[in-house]
Every structure is written in structure tokens, then in C-alpha cells.
């Protein structure tokens, strides 16, 4: 066994709650980027001495990177080679798994090279977590660029609790079955003593696979090892910091800086907003050729309706996202080009990233919020726009695919792959009554008000706190 560090909660993500930038004297620094994983954690993590290990970006070499505390919690930088990141990062964890765990809208490709990247960067942080964590602590694993660190991890720190929480959704049998280390990744699994999923259905099908391929017995959300131990199975939907969203919303420079976006759209009567990361799981090109063709059926009018999208730059060194950033960028400008009128484009598009404060104003500009991902573990942005509607208004059009389509059950939800089905419900939503937004909104708000990130992460850590090693202990809420 390895010694033990001091850390009685230790998180385990691919990435630092931190960027490195180059500060204006030229060295080099820290900007924190603050998630809402972050603020969900960062009280608990204080409480407990909490160690966050992860890649902060970049190609820097270990020796360049100290372990620093930020804000009462220790940050623990892991360093990533060249090769590594285009081989664990790029490659296994955004071509492989991304999309063989996004219903394979994408071809997901299998490359040996790649596989064996991600198990040694895996390892790393797995050793890494081993020296940083007290003897009994608790580790939270996060996400699918990490799915060997709970078993790497529990061979060499028995006595540790080992929480693992999969952001993405776990795909059925029948596409997980395609990936030829299938049996390494539900083993890597198997070393938490509690695997988190979004959906009650994700763990089924993590609980099925596991009985299938790996053979062992399982009941309900429990798996039984053979060394006696148990594993638990079981979904946590994620959330926002909803109160935090909502009091932006009401700041006076975001009220302000709605109305300002508003007018410089034109004050249209209708403003239909989509935010994503620029990824093709989000659906974006059939939204917004949906947009356009209710345009061109003369069922809206540019003069009328405009649709702002945001594109946040995203994994840009991957073939797949430069040809959805060249596809994207083509049906804008035809689109643009066909249907719009000096002064008033049919789509703002924007590939760029903004403050939060911007974003929220962006929410409430916006009377019509389209969500309409192929695929999505759960989509923040729909309870983001949710929270931010403190009046009680605007319509958020939301794909039955997303996560939060289970939660957000008063939405227009659509099918993504039907474009006339979307069509009507983009229709039904820039129609709609009054009243009845205010009915389907105030009933979304109470949900995603009641339901937030740290009510989240608490349920996690309860749990984990009730299942697993007896001797371990607990983590202090
Ligand atoms: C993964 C899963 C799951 C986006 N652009 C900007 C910006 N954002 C923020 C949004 C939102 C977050 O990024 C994106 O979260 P999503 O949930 O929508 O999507 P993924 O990035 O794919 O997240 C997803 C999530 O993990 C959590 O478990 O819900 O299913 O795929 O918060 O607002 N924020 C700022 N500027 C931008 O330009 N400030």
C-alpha cells in the first residue's frame, strides 16, 4: 500500500478548476474557471481539506508545475506530453469515447495507441491520488477521461471510499459492445464503491453490461464482486447553482444589457437563442436549418423572429469538430445569404465564448431557448435559461434526449432527428399563449430551483458515505 498525503476528500478530473495564462509581465499564472462543479465543491472541499487533482492545459512539464492552493483548496497540477494530449485527450477521450457514448453520431475509431495513452495518463492520476489521500479519505472520480482511476486507484489504496460520477451518458449494450476494451473500462469501473450516473437508465445499462461481459452477479443497482466487495449503481442528475444564475439575472447590468442586445437585433418581436459548445452531439445544424425553413415556408419573418446562436469553440484540434465548424459556418451564411435583409440577418451567429454575466443577459434577451441535442448527458444551458426566467416567462424548446428532458417535463419537447416535428414546436413556442408559459416556466423554475448542484453533490457524497468500506471515513458536509 502506498503511504498516505492528508487530503480526506480528493476530486479526480481531467482539468483543473483552473487555466494557465500568461500573465502581462510575461510569467506564467492562474485564472480560475469557475464551473459549477466548482461552486458545488468548494464549500465541502473546504470543510475538508480537499486536494483537486487534474490537467490544467496545456503542454507544461511537471517540474514547471507546483501543487497551489486556490481559494482553500489544494490544486495539484498533472502535467500532459504533446502525445498525450493528442492521444489520451483528443484522441480516446474525444474520438472514441465521446461518441461511442453519444449514440454514435459520430463514428467513434478505435486505435490502439490511443487506448494505451489513456491507461498510462489514467495510472498517473491514479498514483497521484494514492499519495495525496489520508488514510480512509474519500476520492471523487470525475468523467469518461477517467474511467480506469477507480480500479488503478483501489489496488494501490485499499482503504480508501471511491466515488466515480460519469458526466456524459453510458450507452446501451448493444454500442458499448463495439469498443475493444470494453472489459477494462466496466473493470475500471468496478474499483468505486459507488458509480454516479445522470440518468436511472445509464446505470441499468452499466448494471446489464457488467452482469454480460464481465459476469458478475448483480441485483437491482447493486453488483456483487467476487472479493465480497459491493458496487452501487445509481443516478444523481446533475444541476446549476440556480439561486447564484438567478441573482445575476436580476443584476442591473445584466437587465441592462439584455435591453441593449435586444435593440441592437432590431427589437424584433421574437428572439430564439441556442447556446453550445461547438460540438456536433448539440444538434445544432438540424436547429437551425429548422429556423430557416419556417423562414422560407413564410411561417416567420426575418423582419419578426431572429435567432441568436452561440458557439463556444470547442476541441478544435478534432477532425470531426473542424468539419461541423465548416458545415455550421456554410449554412449560416446560405442561410443568410437566401433569407435575410440588410440590418436584420435570419441567424446572429457567433463562434466565441463569453463571461457569465454575458450569457445570462443573452438568457434574458432570449423568448424562446432551443436545446435540441442528438444526445446529452443532461444540458446545464436548459436550466440555466430556466433560472434565469424569474418572471415566470420565456419558452425553452428541449430535445427528449437531454438528461434534463426527464426533469424539465413542461418544455416543448422534441426529436431532433424529426425537422418537421421541431418545426411545430418552435411554431407552438413563438405562439404560445401567455399564460400558458407562465404555467409550463413557474412549474420548470420549481424544479430546477429546488433541485441545484450542491443539493446534488451532497446526495453524491451521502451515498458514498453509506455504501462502501466501514472503516473509511465520512465526509463532513
Ligand atoms: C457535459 C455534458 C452535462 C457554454 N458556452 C459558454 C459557457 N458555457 C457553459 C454553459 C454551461 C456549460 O458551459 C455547458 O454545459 P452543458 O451541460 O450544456 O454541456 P457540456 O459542455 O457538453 O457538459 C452535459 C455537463 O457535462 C455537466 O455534467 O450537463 O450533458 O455533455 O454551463 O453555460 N459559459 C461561459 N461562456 C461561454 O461562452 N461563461
Redesign the pocket.
Known sequence: MATSGSADLVVVANRLPVDRVTLPDGSQGWRSSP???VTAIEPIMRANQGTWIGWPGGTETEDELEPFEDDGMNLVPIAMTAAEVENHYEGFSNATLWPLYHDVVAKPEFHREWWDSYSAVNRRFAERAAEEAAEGATVWVH?YQMQLVPAMLRELRPDLRIGFFL???FPPTELFQQLPWRRQILEGLLGADLVGF?LSGAAQNFVRLVRQRVGHKTHRDLVYLPDGRTVKAAAFP?S?DSAGFEELARSEPVEERAVEIREALGNPRKVFLG???L?Y??GIYARLRAFAELIEDGELDVEDAVFVQ?A?P?REQVEQYRILRDDIDRLVGRINGDLGKIGRPAIAYFH?????E??AALFRAADIMVVT?YR???????K?YVACRFDNDGALVLSEF???SEELRQAWQINPYDINGMKSALLEAYRADPRDLTRRMKAMRKQVMEHDVAAWADSFLAELGSVGSSHTKSVRP
Open positions: 464551473g459549477g462543479l468523467d458526466h456524459i451518458p445522470q446533475i446549476i447556446v453550445d459548445r460540438d452531439t448539440k452561440v463556444t470547442s466565441s465564448s463569453y463571461p457569465r454575458e450569457m441535442p446529452d448527458g443532461m444540458n446545464l444551458v436548459a440555466e437531454a438528461g434534463a
